[in-house]
């Protein structure tokens, strides 16, 4: 069974640099058993209905301006796989949750990034999925959950997003490994109840933990939710792993999350 992750895909920068962060990245795709495929649930796509991708070849998409010119140069051509798209569908049918099919988006910077890094020959079919910001934890929570059985069929489950993404208090200037106070402590706050698979709390983290309303700010929280339905991919488990930790900036947190046991 493979495990699922939660992966911080960081500035688009990231795909150009090579940084113990990206290391790390390159050697976790090294460690981990191949998948059959891989079902990705990117902060980079949202919708107000489930969305699942249905796909034969994924344009790259660059959705980000003023980098440079390499980043725009970059190519993931990963394929689609119609039979996982129809296990996917049949799975949220039997578990009542609506959503609706895609047949030409491609796969957004925060799909390619982390893929890219994990495994870079992009030959590995993906089935790219959306998220919904509008949604409680719980819901996003059982949406994952939903999907935990493809885990025995060698499907890689991946959340991309980032625990701690608030643009406006990036310090790009600012990149020497030193973290805000407030950041820390959210992460932190995190660390503790997701080892404990402390649901209650983590549903409730904005009224509870410290420093939320930086982390995740109220006008987007996009980035953080990723994470409710990774973990609800590994309900039948309920055990975590934080495989890496770092930052940038100041306070962008480049965590990697496994959920489950590889075995």
């Given at each position: 069974?493979?495990p699922a992750l939660f ?14 962060y990206?290391?790390?990245?390159h050697g ?7 998948p059959?495929?891989i079902?990705?649930?990117s902060a980079?796509?949202?919708s107000f209905?489930?969305?699942?991708s249905?796909?034969e070849?994924?344009e790259?998409?660059y959705d980000?301006?003023g ?6 140069q ?16 049949d799975l949220?049918a039997?578990?009542r949750?609506?959503f609706?099919?895609?047949t030409?988006?491609g ?9 890219r890094?994990?495994?870079?020959n992009?030959?590995?079919p993906?089935i790219s999925m959306s998220v919904?910001p509008q949604?409680?934890?719980e819901?996003q ?6 999907l935990?059985s493809?885990r025995n ?5 991946i ?5 701690v ?7 790009m200037?600012?990149?020497?490994g030193?973290?805000d ?21 983590l549903?409730s983290?904005?009224?509870l933990?410290p ?7 109220p ?5 953080f939710i990723?994470?409710f ?6 309900d ?5 792993r934080?495989?890496h930790?770092?930052y940038r900036?100041?306070?962008?947190s480049?965590?990697i999350?496994?959920?489950g046991?590889s075995?």
């Amino acid at each position: 069974m493979l495990p699922a992750l939660f992966v911080a895909h960081g500035a688009p920068l990231l795909a150009i640099e090579n940084n113990d962060y990206t290391q790390f990245l390159h050697g976790l795709g090294n460690e981990l058993s191949k998948p059959k495929a891989i079902v990705l649930f990117s902060a980079h796509w949202e919708s107000f209905i489930q969305k699942v991708s249905d796909v034969e070849e994924f344009e790259t998409i660059y959705d980000f301006g003023g980098f440079p010119d390499d980043l725009y140069q970059i190519k993931y051509p990963a394929q689609g796989n119609k039979i996982i798209t129809k296990e996917i569908k049949d799975l949220f049918a039997e578990h009542r949750v609506p959503f609706e099919v895609d047949t030409t988006r491609g796969l957004d910077h925060g799909a390619w990034i982390v893929l890219r890094m994990l495994y870079p020959n992009a030959d590995i079919p993906v089935i790219s999925m959306s998220v919904n910001p509008q949604l409680t934890p719980e819901e996003q929570y059982k949406i994952g959950k939903s999907l935990s059985s493809l885990r025995n069929k060698d499907v890689l489950i991946i959340a991309s997003g980032g625990t701690v993404h608030n643009l406006r208090f990036l310090r790009m200037g600012s990149d020497n490994g030193t973290v805000d106070q407030w950041a820390w402590d959210f992460d932190k706050w995190l660390e503790n109840h997701i080892s404990n698979w402390d649901l209650e709390s983590l549903f409730s983290y904005d009224s509870l933990a410290p420093g939320a309303k930086f982390a995740v700010p109220p006008y987007g929280n996009e980035h953080f939710i990723p994470l409710f339905y990774v973990m609800g991919a590994a309900d039948d488990e309920k055990n975590a792993r934080l495989l890496h930790r770092s930052y940038r900036y100041g306070n962008l947190s480049h965590s990697i999350w496994q959920f489950g046991e590889s075995k």
